[in-house]
């Protein structure tokens, strides 16, 4: 017992250590065109072989945008199942290539992808990184104009957002959105 608390103080101090590192974010209007405008790992992760959703980061992620949304100004961002769904996908892809980027070879560009999700969108955007914790990775994102712009960005209303642990780095996606209702025709509404 003495030895796993040592090993799991020594990976704390390691962990510290972890240099942080972010793609730019990209943000795509309709059309597909894209425009610059980034994420977390957990201790024991360096234990463990296989990559590991951390469903308490993605909602501490989630928590710190709307605060600063809030203290910006800006209407909270909602939750988002079927952008989550996309944002694990591209993450899951991310921890197996050991990378970041925005669109590795053979995925279809952001747009197609948040659209497959079902949802009526106008504008998307996507931060991807990897740091040390949820709250460091969003100091991170937070001091990158870029990243800082999706993060409180009024158009955007909706989130999915994913964090696994990989060999001690927490790889996050952001998606983000701006979800239009949906327009039914008057002739076929019920009466």
Same mark, same amino acid.
């Given at each position: 017992m003495l030895m796993l608390w040592a090993l799991v103080i020594s990976l704390a101090?390691?962990?510290?250590?972890?240099?942080?590192?972010?793609?730019?974010?990209k943000k795509a209007d309709a059309r597909g065109s894209q425009t610059s405008t980034q994420p977390t790992p957990k201790?024991? &992760?360096?234990?463990?072989? /296989?990559?590991?959703?951390?469903?308490?980061?993605?909602?501490?992620?989630? +928590?710190? !945008?709307?605060q600063s949304r809030r203290q910006a100004g800006?209407?909270?961002?909602?939750?988002?199942e079927s952008l989550r769904e996309a944002a694990r996908a591209h993450a899951r892809l991310m921890v197996d290539k050991q990378q970041?980027?925005?669109?590795?070879?053979?995925?279809?560009?952001?747009?197609?992808r948040l659209?497959? &999700?079902?949802?009526?969108? /106008?504008?998307?955007g996507e931060n991807v990184a990897y740091n040390a914790s949820a +709250?460091? !990775?969003?100091?991170?994102?937070?001091?990158?104009?870029?990243?800082?712009?999706?993060?409180l960005d009024p158009d955007f209303n909706v989130a999915g957002i994913a964090a696994f642990w990989s060999d001690g780095?927490?790889?996050?996606?952001?998606?983000?959105?701006?979800?239009l209702?949906?327009?039914?025709?008057a002739s076929s509404r019920q009466k």
């Open positions: 101090l390691a962990g510290s250590a972890v240099a942080q590192t972010a793609a730019p974010a201790l024991l &992760s360096a234990a463990m072989s /296989s990559a590991t959703e951390d469903y308490a980061a993605e909602s501490d992620l989630l +928590e710190l !945008a709307n800006v209407e909270a961002l909602r939750a988002d970041l980027s925005h669109q590795f070879d053979g995925e279809p560009s952001l747009m197609p659209r497959a &999700s079902g949802l009526h969108l /106008s504008w998307v +709250e460091k !990775a969003f100091e991170s994102l937070m001091q990158s104009p870029p990243h800082r712009q999706n993060l780095k927490l790889y996050v996606v952001q998606d983000f959105a701006r979800v209702p949906e327009v039914v025709p």
